[in-house]
């Protein structure tokens, strides 16, 4: 029942350059997602903002939490925090090619 985990600098947008601070920037805003239980997750790289997909039967769970989640995602130096209204979908960032 785990969730399968591809390579973080598939969460940046094509063609954005990939940096360690940008990849445990992502990573650390995931796994403090993955630790309150959150059972699919991926913090998606849009700039600087980071646009979390949760499985959708755990959306209230994130609104819930809303607070907690954009204070440390703020504080791992995203700008911005958002809820991707389609939920978790892999290969989400494929859209744009």
Request: contains cysteine.
């Amino acid at each position: 029942s785990k969730q399968s985990f591809a390579c973080l600098a598939t969460r940046l947008e094509y063609g954005d350059t990939i940096t360690d601070e940008k990849l445990e920037k992502t990573g650390n805003a995931e796994q403090f997602l993955l630790d309150m239980g959150f059972e699919q997750v991926r913090v998606r790289l849009h700039s600087n903002s980071a646009d979390i997909e949760v499985a959708p039967h755990q959306t209230q769970m994130l609104l819930a939490n809303a607070d907690k989640i954009t204070n440390a995602l703020l504080g791992y130096g995203f700008s911005f925090v958002t809820m991707s209204l389609a939920g978790y979908r892999q290969g989400s960032m494929n859209k744009t090619i």
